[in-house]
C-alpha cells in the first residue's frame, strides 16, 4: 500500500505543478489578446469599426475571452500550489499511514 501512496503523491505533485503552468499560460495568453485589442480595436479606425459594426463583436469577443483568462489565473495557481504543497507536507510531516 505504501508504493500505491507514493505513486498517487507523485501524481498529484505533477498535476499540480501542470496546474500552475496552465496559470501562467492563461496570464500569458491574456496579456497577447490585450497587446492585439490595444493595436487593433482601441485606435481611431478600430473604434469607428466597433461603433459601427464592421468588427462583427470581435473586439467584444477579445475583450471578455481576456477577462475570462485573467480571472482563471488565480483559481489554477492556487489549485495547483495546494495539490503540489498537500502531498510534500504530508509526507515530511509524517502523516502518511504507511
Do not use: H, W, Y
Not at 42 to 69: H, T, Y
Amino acid at each position: 500500500m505504501g508504493a500505491a501512496k507514493t505513486v498517487i503523491k507523485t501524481v498529484v505533485v505533477i498535476l499540480g505543478i501542470l496546474l500552475i503552468l496552465s496559470s501562467f499560460g492563461a496570464l500569458v495568453a491574456a496579456n497577447e489578446i490585450d497587446s492585439r485589442v490595444s493595436e487593433d480595436c482601441e485606435d481611431a479606425v478600430g473604434s469607428i469599426g466597433e461603433i459601427i459594426g464592421a468588427d462583427e463583436e470581435q473586439c467584444q469577443d477579445a475583450r471578455n475571452l481576456r477577462d475570462s483568462l485573467r480571472s482563471a489565473f488565480l483559481p489554477l495557481m492556487v489549485s495547483g500550489c495546494l495539490m503540489v504543497i498537500i502531498p510534500i507536507f504530508s509526507t515530511f510531516l509524517g502523516k502518511n499511514d504507511d
